[in-house]
């Protein structure tokens, strides 16, 4: 209910901000999945001699003022005694080439969908302190911040949805027992607890790991909402005189469950889903910030912006505050996603 | 403003002229809801306005004092207070004439006072932002205000909140909040409706003294001829946003001109008393119950247990063909008897006999094969159908679960019979009205050609024109299906005009059991009494003026 | 005042849950404290065996659990490994840190939203009333971590505001004036952004739960009888809405404590959120477990004073 509240009337021309919010998403985990043929670079590759690289700017008029059709770049060089502060070597221009070979041995696929002939470099969104192409990163980041969140919620509203109708249909000292427990959880706050969790399991993973851990811990700490929701529907629609209705002309217990109350279930489900995945991506982005989701290299929208925390670092070099831009424009569109489902909802109930 | 009232005689303290009212609808057209209507009222005269819901009663009451919804717009017309036209007043002045030159009484007293304020405080308040007293002074008025409305203690009502207070008491709250600042003309819009009956009548007549030690023009609106009947002079009565007719009480309701007033004032016409089922009759005996208990127990957190006898022994025979009313206060166990019955709740103890078979007896799987033959119709259609099924898939349902054949067709004739056509058939449940709802309701529950139909309230929100096609639908029912028909209601009189027998219910006992004209005759057990008294009241007056 | 006391009793059975939840949750942790030194060549396993005795780790369960219960009754709360010194006064400080942001953040939090709130529901559609949707829609969608990065940024290259920490270096030597200045300046940022993160949940509360007020029938009868539209909002919906705000004052420390644990770490606000993180990282579980009770201990208190107010607020609750 409070959930619900929240999200009421987020943008005004409901089409739209749908269409938006549902294309950014599908782009972003598009992204996320086809990384390796999408990034220039892989997670790792390191450049140092181009280390908080702003954005590469793209050229379509030469020196002598003419015009490609075909972008291209010069190298940046990073002035002697002034660390971080870049200019052109106008020498050589490099063309954007597109469906490039990736040289053996490195993360991605063996065709990348563009990039620039070595020694020049493409970092569109900049690099990092590494020299690391902050795209890259970003897309590859995606992987973890967001799939970690997707299924992290799933998880968690199975396990809602499961301990809810079995709380909801069988009642008596289950229902008391999942419901208790249920309090429990509840009655600390989120980040406190998803910490407790994690202060008791091992520090030290490898990244598929801690990727697999960070999810079954969001998943097992996040059941109770929803199993509370779902329990609540559940026991509402039992209590139906249609429920009766049908029990009094011979419908089983399943069909009831199947025909009557899981319908009504599935949607809380659902609404519960939209809210819990941009809530999940927070948390796993505040983990690996703060050091206890997925480790260097394997890069996070968290340990991307765990750099942010010398302050000297956002102020001098912007482009590294893209995940936070990412991350902002993910939970708003899955608000808008939860509001959508809600108002469905509602209109198709009364 | 008391210093607002014109002291000329001559005219009326409330006139309506030529009023109409659109609302725009949800595509931005304007519909008229009420078109050209006009009356007047006297100084200490009540006028009864007498509509089925949705004729624009509500919004004529609204649109006088100004208090539309943003999208209703009064298009013509005028609306004098004591000869000050009120039409195109902003809404600062029409603060100062609401509550000051006219008094509203609300229809839901339940909801009409704010719950976390004292009654007291809020009756006081109407006089601080009209007279702009000192607070003392305010409630001083409040507490001479609520004094006038008949209460033994109306100090412990001053201070009291809301939920304190019973479904009355409140009422007379609002009555006192409307009539505070001595407003010359008040409006009731169903004063009555949620109040029981003789919480009604008292009401009605509070209202009625009121009216004549203050010489008040009350606008009294109902859909209950009967409430009219209690104490308005005139009447007018609407269809469709439009006078039908207007005219002094005796005359409207005596000699109705209009085919619509008539049909309004129609009584639910008795069957033929004869084949009502008479257990001595030798009408083959269907259900026999005997001995029927069952206990709740009402559980508080960190209270104690408490168990309450819904019913603690019933005894009741049902003959094949029977026409049975069970009647009673509400918390009379009926309810739960129904429920019992149709095998939809356990019964603690006692005896079910379906043609000499215990139905209490029996393991649960048995018992669910002969559910399917002792049918409950639902109290609240809204509750008891899926929302989201068609009406079709609602009627199919059970035939589904019974594995019956043609089952399409035969939910198409089923829906037909009881007056759905079949364009209904795939609309949602939710986008049926109140009526058709109810039909359905009845089309499922033949759906399995029941042995016994029982009704659980089968009128209550519908307008007595409605009430009056789903009882001569119900009689056609049981002539061609040929179930026994068990109803269940508050009301006497509306049972007993379409039962052949009524049985009283009390404390979970069945106290009386007779024939409606003998009951209303001559009650014997003091809850009758009670039921039969109540009934009267109201009916008297009707009585009165219509015979 | 039955009322009451059941709410304190839930609130006490509460605590008991999370506290055997923690313990055991802290108890089935593959490592403790010392299952590096004994992997550390210099230190020989006998040393390692005292120490388990020594912090009672080699005893059952059930007897660790009770032991642990009478250090919480004298305010130890077990015993710290790697600060090797009792929780409990460590917990103090940082909790009391804690609870003058969280505190602050929340009373400008909803100072400042009410009033935009009801503005907002007398105003429902409005031009007004659409825009602070929009943006209390945006800010809801950004994480304290990055509203915390970018206050930081702000205050660092503005130079307006000391960019983390509680006290300036010579705290000590400034007079109590001096020191009440000091500790604002450095609390505003942090507290700003906690309570910006706040914001949105309590705006959009109370512009739905005074809109729905404002439309039920006892404000509509109200207004039949003339009483003006500021008192309608402020006298009778307001009052009448009180219900749900205050239950989510309740909630909302529970998302004021978790955003604090971050807003803590980036602006090194010396709170629980910050020791917590540095325990969990030196398996310091007494620690760990403690500052989880604690957490709770707030989100229970909380919760109790919401009761308390509402019981205040509505007669309803006082009736029955």
Known sequence: ?350 | MPENRQPAEAVNPLEVRDLSVCYRGVHGEWAPVVEEIGFAIGPGEALGLLGESGCGKTTTALAIPGLLPANGRVVRGSVRLDGRELVGLSERQLEGVRGAGIGLVAQEPALALNPVIRVGEQVAEVVRVHRRLPWRRCREEAARALAEMGFADPGRIFASYPHQLSGGERQRVTIARALVCQPPVVIADEPTASLDTAVSVEILALLRDLVERHRLALLLISHDPRVLAAIAGRVVVMRAGRIVEQGPREEVFRQPRHPYTESLLRRLTPPTPTDGADPGSGEPLLLDVRGLRKTYTLRRPFGAKRAVDALAGVDLAVGASARLALVGRSGSGKSTLVRCLALLEEPDGGEIRLGGQDLVALPRRQRAAVRPGLQLVFQDPAAALNPRFSALDAVEEPMRLQKMEDRRQRALELMEQVGLPPALASRPVPRLSGGQKRRLLLARALATRPRVLFLDEPFTGLDLPLQTQIAALLLDLQASYRFALVLVSHDLDLAGSLAGEVAVLDGGRIVERAAPADLLRRPRHPASRELVDAARTLQGKMDGVVE | MRYVASRLGYGLLLLLGVSILSFLLADLSPGDATAEMRLNPRISPGAVAALRVRYGLDRPLPVRYVRWLRSVASGELGWSVAFDAPVGPLLWRRAGNTLVLAVTAMILAWIVAVPAGVWAAARQGSWGDRLGLAASAVLLAVSELVLALLGLALAASTGLLPAGGMASLDYDALGGWGRARDLAAHLALPAVVLALSAFPVVHRHVRAAVAEALESPFVQAARGNGIPRRRLLWRHALPAAAKPLVSLLGLSIAGLLSGSVLVEVILSWPGLGPLLLQAILARDLHVVVGAILLSSVFLVLGNLVADLLLYWVDPRVRGT
């Open chain 1, 1 to 350: 209910m409070i959930r619900g509240v929240i999200t009421r009337g987020v943008i005004t021309s409901r089409r739209v901000s749908l269409a938006l919010a549902a294309g950014f998403l599908a782009l972003l985990y598009l992204g996320a999945l086809g990384a390796g043929f999408l990034a220039p670079y892989g997670f790792d590759e390191q450049d140092r001699e181009h280390t908080y690289a702003p954005p590469v700017r793209l050229r379509f008029r030469d020196g002598g003022g003419r015009l490609h059709l075909r972008p291209f770049l010069y190298i940046g060089v990073e002035k002697p005694g002034a660390p971080g502060v870049y200019e052109e070597d106008r020498a050589r221009a490099f063309p954007v080439r597109f469906l490039v070979p990736a040289p053996p041995g490195r993360t991605g696929a063996r065709v990348r969908l563009f990039g620039v002939e070595e020694p020049a470099r493409i970092f569109l969104l900049g690099t990092d302190r590494f020299g690391r192409d902050q795209l890259s990163r970003l897309l590859y980041g995606a992987r973890i911040s967001l799939f970690s969140g997707l299924l992290a919620a799933g998880l968690a509203v199975a396990l809602g949805l499961l301990a809810g109708a079995v709380a909801g249909f069988r009642g008596g000292w289950l229902d008391q027992v999942l419901m208790r427990t249920s309090e429990l959880f509840l009655a600390l706050p989120w980040l406190y607890l998803l910490l407790a969790v994690r202060a008791v399991l091992p520090l030290d993973l490898a990244p598929s790991g801690s990727f697999l851990l960070l999810v079954a811990v969001l998943g097992a700490v996040g059941w109770a909402r929803p199993a509370r929701l779902v329990r609540g529907a559940v026991l509402s629609a039992r209590g139906r005189d249609y429920v009766l209705a049908a029990q009094g002309f011979g419908g089983s217990d399943g069909y009831v469950l199947r025909r009557h109350v899981l319908p009504q279930a599935v949607g809380v489900a659902l609404t519960q889903l939209a809210l819990l995945v941009p809530q999940y991506v927070l948390a796993e982005v505040a983990m690996s910030f703060l050091g206890l989701g997925v480790a260097e290299p394997v890069p996070s929208w968290g340990t991307m912006l765990a750099e942010l925390e010398r302050y000297d670092v956002l102020i001098s070099y912007q482009w590294m505050l893209w995940p936070a831009v990412l991350l902002t424009g993910v939970v708003l569109s899955y608000h808008t996603l939860a509001e959508h489902i809600r108002e469905r909802l509602q209109a198709g109930e009364v």
